[in-house]
């Protein structure tokens, strides 16, 4: 079964306009945080965002706003105000805190997000 | 700033050619791993390490080893490389006092196998 499940393979949005990529999540475990990167074209990826799963509040980090809910098993990155810049896929992750598996994380299949002008 | 590195950025080899990748990081991290990353597929953990000489397999181990020799350096290994091998690698580590669970990436290698 999927643990991290990214639905959108591609999505388009207007520049300066706000737009919502989503991420649903599988787990048993209690403690677990969940992530998003971005990977723009150059290949390299950016860590944009971490919520842990005993956090009380939306992380957030300018731009960037994960909704979550845990009840949904949903953590949606939100971009306000996109961006040319802001072209790029991106990866919702989940880290579990299972056995010695320490940090590892699950990957989704990722979003690529086109910002028009 | 934490820097990963990969030694390639691209590299074509052969099928059947013994095939070293190698990652080092500056930060003194204890954590290492090494995820491949397909279209549709996301990004796959293949081994990762928590310690020198220390490796734990991830989803898909099979037909690669790693080694870590010194905490810094982080190497994959495709014995024979197979074309199914061809793929972007992706070398991470984490380890930052109090950002632990930040995994930091290298710039990617993407390997062409024919």
């Known amino acids: 079964a999927q643990k991290i499940t990214q639905t959108q393979p591609g999505m388009f949005v207007q520049e300066k306009e706000a737009v919502t990529l989503d991420c649903t999540y599988d787990t048993s475990d209690p403690s677990y945080g969940l992530f998003w990167y971005k990977q723009p074209s150059s290949g390299e990826m950016i860590f944009l965002i971490y919520q842990g799963s005993y956090d009380q509040q939306n992380a957030t980090e300018g731009r960037y706003s994960l909704n979550f809910q845990k009840a949904r098993k949903s953590a949606n990155l939100v971009i306000s105000a996109s961006q040319l810049g802001d072209s790029a896929m991106y990866f919702c992750a989940m880290r579990e805190r299972e056995k010695s598996s320490g940090d590892k994380l699950t990957f989704g299949t990722g979003t690529r997000l086109a910002v028009r002008p | 700033d934490v820097k990963v590195t990969q030694s390639s950025r691209y590299l074509v080899k052969r099928t059947g050619e013994k095939v070293f990748l190698e990652c080092v990081q500056d930060m003194d991290h204890e954590n290492m791993f090494w995820y491949r990353q397909d279209p549709g597929l996301g990004l796959r953990l293949i081994y990762f390490s928590y310690d020198v000489k220390m490796k734990e397999k991830g989803d898909i181990p099979e037909g690669y080893s790693v080694s870590r020799e010194k905490k810094e350096r982080f190497s994959l290994i495709l014995e024979s490389a197979s074309t199914n091998q061809t793929s972007m690698y992706l070398c991470?580590?984490?380890?930052?006092?109090?950002?632990?669970?930040?995994?930091?990436f290298g710039p990617g290698t993407r390997l062409t196998v024919t």
């Open positions: 991470a580590s984490s380890g930052r006092p109090g950002q632990e669970y930040e995994q930091y």
